[in-house]
Structure formats: C-alpha cells, structure tokens
C-alpha cells in the first residue's frame, strides 16, 4: 500500500478517534483541510464542506491545488509547499481568494502548520476561516495550531494499523513503556505471533467478529510486563475499505485495581478474608444450580464456635478477633479447592461441600473439622481451647432451595450443641441415629483393646489339588458388653479414621504369628497366615520394624506371612506406600491384592508391584454356577493370574458347585463357608486335624 494510503487511513482513524479532530468536525465556522507531502488531501471538516462545497468523500485523496487553488496560483502554491517541506520556508498567514466547486470565488484568511508525524512523514494542515470572523479565526487558529502539534504527543493510549489476518502495519505511542515487546520485534508481524496465547487468542476472535459485524469490539486482558502485571483495555475496529484494522490500546492497571479493591470489600469479610454472607449465599445458589444439573448431592455445613461469646468477653474483641483469623484458616485447611469456606457473621461460618460422593462426604469433612479444633489455638503466648457445633444438611435430601437448607444445617447446629458440642449432628432424624451409634462405638472402642474385647478367628484356606489345608485369613472381632457384637463392616472404618487401627493391627499381627507359630508345631505342617493392612497402617513409621520383630519373636519365617491389601491402599499413592511395599517384598513376606475385580486400576497395580496372590472377591463367586458372565470374568481373572506368574484366592466360596467349577477352572485355594466360617484359634487346631473333604 502506497504512503498516502497509509496517511488517509491513519487521517481517518484519527479522526474518528482524536479529541482534536472531533472539535474540528463539530465546530462548522472554520474549515480545516490536511495533506500530506504530496499534496493529497488527507483530512476535510464540516466546515471546509461548507466552504467550498465538496463533500468529505470528494475531497479525501485529491490534489489540494486541483481542487480548491485557482489554476493561476497553482505553481505558487506547489512551490511554496515544497520550500516549506525543503528549505523549511513556512507559508505565512495571508488573505487569499480560493475556488469553490461552484466556481465561485472564495476570500479566506489561510493559516498554515507543518509538523512531523510518528512515521516520519511531514503532514501539512490548512485552516481557513470567512474574512467577516477573520479576528475570531486567527485566535482559534492559533489556539489549534499548538493543539495539533501536542496532540499525538499528549495521548497515553497505544494505535495499532493492522491487516486483517492480524499482521501489524504500523503503530504510535508516547510512552513504549506498555509496548509489550519493541517496535522492531513486532512490526510486519502477526499479534498473535507476539502476545500469549490467551491474550492472543482474545484478540483474534474479536478481530473476526468486527470483521464480520462491523462497528467497534472491546475487551480486557492482562499481560506480564517487566515492571509487574498490567491489564488493558484493547479497542478494535474495522476499516473494510481498506482491508485493515485499527486496534486502540489503554492501560486501565490502576481502574482494574480499584474495582478489584472495591469488589473484594463487597464480597469478602475484611477480617477472615473469606466470603461473606453475600458472596457465600450466592456461591450456595450457584452450587445447588450445579447438583441439580449433575443429578449430585451437596451439602452445607453451619458451624458455630462454642462458647466463643465468653472468650471474647473475658479476654476482649481483639484476642477474639485473632481467634476468628486462625479459626477462619484452618477451617481453609480442611475443604477442597471447589469447596467454600464462608463467614456469616460474628462467631458463624458456613461450608459448601461440592459433588458430594463416598471418597469426599460430609461426615468425613465433618470430622476433620472437629479433629483440626482440638489443636490449642496459641494466641499472644496464651493457650485457648475452642470446639465447633457443625449442623449438615444435605441436597436434595433435606431441601432444594438455599433458604430451606441453611434454615435445616442452622436447627441441625442447635441440635449438635444440645448432644453436648464439640460435634455434628444431621438434619434428618435417620442420619443421627447413624452419628449416635457412630459416636457411641468410638466411645467404646477407647479402651477396648485393654479389656480384652478383640479376638482374632481365622477362616482357613485350601489347596484344591491336594484337598488340604494351606493356611488361614485372620479376622478380627469384637465383643463389647455394652453394645454387644459389633461387625468388622462398622468397626474397622472408624478405628482407620481415628487412628486406633493402629494398635488394633498390631494386636492382630502378634496373635496371629503366636497362633500360627503353636499350629505350625503342632501339626508340622508349613502353614501360612493372611494378615490385611489397613491405608492408616502404611503411615505408621514403625510398621516395617514391628513386623520384623514380630516374625522374629513368634519364630516364623517371612514366606510364611501374607499381607492383604486393598486397591484403596494403592489408590492413594503417597511414596511411603511404595516404599513399605518394597521394603516387605524385601523380607520374603508374600503381598496379597485382596476384594480383586471391585476397583478400576487393579491390573495396573499388579504390574507395579510385587504381588504373590490374587484374591477374587465374592461378589463374582456367588454367581458363577448360574451366570455365565461370572463365570467368564473369573476365568480371565484366573488366566490372567496364573500369566503373571500369581497364585489365586477365591474368597465366599459357599457350595458344592463352585467348588467344582473353581477347581476345573484352574483356581489355586479355596476359602468360605462351604469349608469353615472363621473360628477362634482352638477350633481351627481341632478342625485342620480332622479335615477331609
């Protein structure tokens, strides 16, 4: 494209855009007329209109002297520019009588300013005004003159002439500081090429859509710069005449920081930091919005800090104060990144549990809330004890609306202070009968090992080939005489939760090395012994060096423990899994993948790890005499195993057929009731003496 094509589009651009021009446009009393070095009429007012009769659209890229200068001072007016352009002989302000399109005569008073533009390109503008105001247009023209010349200078945003494909033509700016890289780095090349993807990407499809819509497209982005990050604000508009766009850029840093100041003062507390009840309420809208559209559950959680009127009176509003900071992050602690911790108000917060499922339910939530209190909280060298009320409601069960269901998790509080505080308490009558009895065998398990409530049975196994027994599972059971037998279903689960798994495992591990030890001797037969592991287990530092010792004092050799462990162990994936896994393997003590089949990655995991045998879970062995897909899983299950060199454990076998089926099938041992429930130590002596099947 030609120069003066450039200078008539950038004419245009600043006209639609240039404070200076768009005086000139309103103001029809003075006409002003622009060209660039070669005489082409680069801009034409309402006034020079009005003057000399030719439309904008006339005038814009004719000959200055061939369409307003009378041909008799045309070589004059010709040679005058080029002194000016040349020699810098400025044209002085004169009377002078012009042409209009009519023919007519016109008299004006001509003032004239050349300057020097941002591409080095000299623009000469006229400004003529009647003779009858000649006094009036002399100031105004004087007054214009030093306008035009400080205009560009004076105006902070960035100008970019682009194709449309994106590729930059040209650009002006005052200040290079909001270039986001130099001028020689970006010209003749696309902005896309140049700017973030992100950014580039905002660009691009604003780009189209002008292109296609016509009009002016704005939005907003940010960019690192090297002085920190800086948001803009990009302005694009369409020049199809041409085929080009111009693209106007504003810094709006500090407008963008004062919204973000104003806005976090609207939404969040300015004490905690966390949503307040405006934000918090929405957000729960919103996530009720999201539950109904994925058919999930959620829930909301309203905890009050118990007695916290009483510390903040005693000690005063600051230490109180404090006390709301530190309660606040470690409530933050606790929740998901999708999930919201929010202040209602005085000592009152709110939790909005997401997607609820079993991995991540309210209970559990619930319960590392509690625990995360019991901590002291240490506050100017002094040491508070303080506990939460939670009340949970959940979505859809106790309410489909935001209000029914903080009305239902408020009660649900009131009634978890009435239990005593310093606990939970579900909306529903149903749910807290679950957390009483819940609540009631964590009491009782306190203590339970120390009154010799546990016992270990044990459920044999068998070699089906050679119709004997191998070995034996250990399973744990307990009595308590106040709650009677309670399951390992409903037990085992909140001794994982609270840690008491622990002392409970190696309880198990010692009685059933002892026993085994005794059933070895007794019948001289190398039996084995299958132990599970719980994932609270593994983070026990000392879990390696316990079984060392407790093989080495039952005198019983490593080949001779098996460990069974979930897919749920592995599912976690913390190293100090891995690394306890290969530290066993290292001993020569036998890994077991027990409830094979019920997880997603189990074959995964048989090829990371050094398992021994392979456990199917009962669920595919009840069906297998009748249902023929059963039947086909386990016989892949089996083959599979015996590919990867395992030995294969067919748990809940209970009839005659399955048996049979298993045996044809090529499964290795046998374990169920069909053989033998799980009996205490003595009664499998008596019963492994006797067996014959």
Request: proline share 3%; glycine share 6%.
């Amino acid at each position: 494209m030609e120069s003066c094509e450039i200078a008539k589009v950038l004419a245009h651009q600043y006209t639609l855009n240039d404070p200076l021009h768009h005086i000139f446009d309103e103001v029809a009393a003075i006409s002003v007329q622009g060209y660039d070095e070669n005489r082409n009429i680069i801009y034409w007012n309402k006034g020079s209109e009005l003057l000399y009769g030719y439309k904008k659209e006339e005038a814009l890229g004719q000959k200055l002297e061939q369409l307003i200068i009378p041909e008799s001072m045309r070589e004059f007016v010709i040679a005058a520019h080029s002194d000016w352009l040349n020699k810098g002989t400025q044209i002085p302000s004169t009377e002078l009588t012009l042409r209009h399109k009519n023919g007519n005569n016109v008299s004006v008073f001509s003032s004239h300013v050349l300057f020097t533009n941002q591409y080095n390109k000299k623009h000469m503008y006229c400004i003529d005004v009647d003779l009858a105001d000649v006094k009036h247009a002399q100031a105004q023209a004087l007054f214009k003159e030093h306008m035009l010349e400080a205009a560009f200078e004076a105006i902070p945003d960035l100008f970019f002439l682009m194709q449309e494909d994106g590729t930059i033509i040209d650009y002006h700016t005052s200040n290079k500081k909001n270039l986001y890289v130099e001028p020689k780095d970006f010209i003749g090349k696309p902005m896309v090429d140049i700017l973030p993807d992100k950014v580039a990407s905002k660009f691009k499809a604003t780009i189209a859509k002008v292109i296609l819509k016509k009009g002016i497209e704005s939005f907003e982005y940010e960019l690192k710069m090297p002085y920190g990050i800086a948001f803009f604000e990009a302005r694009i508009s369409h020049l199809p005449e041409h085929n080009q766009v111009v693209t106007i850029v504003r810094d709006i840093t500090e407008t963008h920081k004062t919204a973000e100041v104003i806005r976090h003062h609207a939404y969040f507390d300015t004490l905690t930091l966390l949503p307040n009840r405006f934000l918090a309420l929405d957000r729960l809208s919103q996530m009720l919005s999201e539950a109904k559209r994925n058919k999930e559950k959620a829930a909301i959680l309203f905890l009050d800090l118990d007695d916290f009127k009483k510390v903040n009176d005693s000690l005063g509003h600051e230490v109180g104060d404090k006390l709301l900071i530190e309660s606040a992050n470690r409530l933050n602690k606790v929740v998901r990144k999708e999930d919201t911790v929010g202040r209602l108000g005085g000592d009152e917060f709110i939790v909005l549990l997401r997607g609820l499922s079993e991995e991540h339910n309210a209970v559990t939530i619930a319960e590392n809330l509690l625990n995360i209190f019991r901590e002291p909280f240490t506050i100017d060298g002094r040491e508070l004890l303080l506990t939460l009320s939670i009340g949970i409601a959940i979505y859809p069960d106790n309410g489909h609306c935001s209000s029914d269901l903080l009305r239902n998790a408020d009660s649900a509080m009131y009634q978890a202070k009435a239990l005593g505080r310093n606990t939970y308490s579900f909306f529903t009558k149903d749910m807290n009968v679950t957390i009483l009895r819940r609540l009631e065998v964590e009491e009782q398990m306190h203590g339970a090992l120390e009154r010799d409530e546990f016992e270990v049975y044990y459920q044999a196994q068998f070699d089906v080939k050679n119709n004997s027994i191998i070995g034996a599972e250990a399973l744990l059971r307990w009595h308590n005489p106040a709650l009677g037998n309670i399951t390992p279903d409903e037990f085992i689960p909140i001794a994982e939760h609270t840690g008491l798994i622990v002392p409970i495992g190696q309880f198990v591990v010692k009685q059933s090395l002892n026993f085994l030890n005794e059933w070895q001797n007794q019948h001289q037969r190398h039996y084995r012994m299958a132990v599970n592991l719980s994932p609270r287990q593994f983070r026990d530092a000392e879990l390696i060096n316990f079984i060392q010792k407790s093989l080495h004092d039952a005198k019983i050799t490593a080949d001779c423990l098996e460990l069974e462990i979930t897919e749920g162990v592995l599912m976690i994936g913390q190293s100090y899994i891995d690394k306890a896994l290969k530290e066993l393997n290292k001993l020569g003590i036998k890994l077991s993948m027990d409830d094979f089949g019920t997880g997603y990655s189990s074959l995964s995991y048989l090829q990371q790890y050094a398992f021994d045998v392979l456990k199917i879970d009962r669920s595919f062995i009840q069906g297998i005499p009748k249902n023929e897909a059963d039947c086909k899983l386990v016989n892949a299950i089996i083959a599979m195993a015996q590919s990867l060199g395992l030995k294969i454990v067919a748990e809940g076998v209970e009839t005659k057929e399955q048996v049979e089926l298993l045996s044809t099938l090529g499964c290795d041992y046998l374990q169920g009731y069909y053989f033998s429930k799980p009996v205490p130590a003595k009664q499998l002596i008596t019963f492994s003496s006797d067996f014959n099947y």
